[in-house]
Nanobody, 124 residues
Framework: QVVLVESGGGLVQAGGSLRLSCAVS????????MGWFRQAPGKEREFVSH????????YYVNSVKGRFTISRDNAKNMVYLQMNSLNPEDTAVYYC?????????????????WGQGTQVTVSS
């Protein structure tokens, strides 16, 4: 049984920063790519970033490039999303997801396990 638990969300002013964490239990973590997705109110869930099993390959949606950084600590079974220069358009529930494959992909249907989500609210 693989379980993902996100933390680190909250309320922040525009221009501020937050660091999301995702703790993973079960599975062979270092063999699995991890992804972050988000769902804003009234919108479909969208891809944000992914990272390969060893962390050597990362990818970001254009809207967060240069502001967000994904990383992982395989010794701790953790994945992180450092979010800087936040703006109100970043307001959403953020989800981490695990893919049973080494390389990350954009499609959420390729991720098997999901966390419960953590709310990020950016005020203007």
């Amino acid at each position: 049984q693989v379980v993902l638990v996100e933390s680190g969300g909250g309320l922040v002013q525009a221009g501020g920063s937050l660091r999301l964490s995702c703790a993973v239990s079960g599975g062979t973590f270092s063999s699995c790519a991890m992804g972050w997705f988000r769902q804003a109110p009234g919108k479909e869930r969208e891809f944000v970033s992914h990272i390969s099993g060893t962390g050597g390959s990362t990818y970001y949606v254009n809207s967060v490039k240069g502001r967000f950084t994904i990383s992982r600590d395989n010794a701790k079974n953790m994945v992180y999303l450092q979010m800087n220069s936040l703006n109100p358009e970043d307001t959403a529930v953020y989800y981490c997801a695990l893919r049973l494959g080494f390389w990350g992909v954009v499609s959420e249907s390729d991720y098997t396990y999901w966390g419960q989500g953590t709310q990020v609210t950016v005020s203007s």
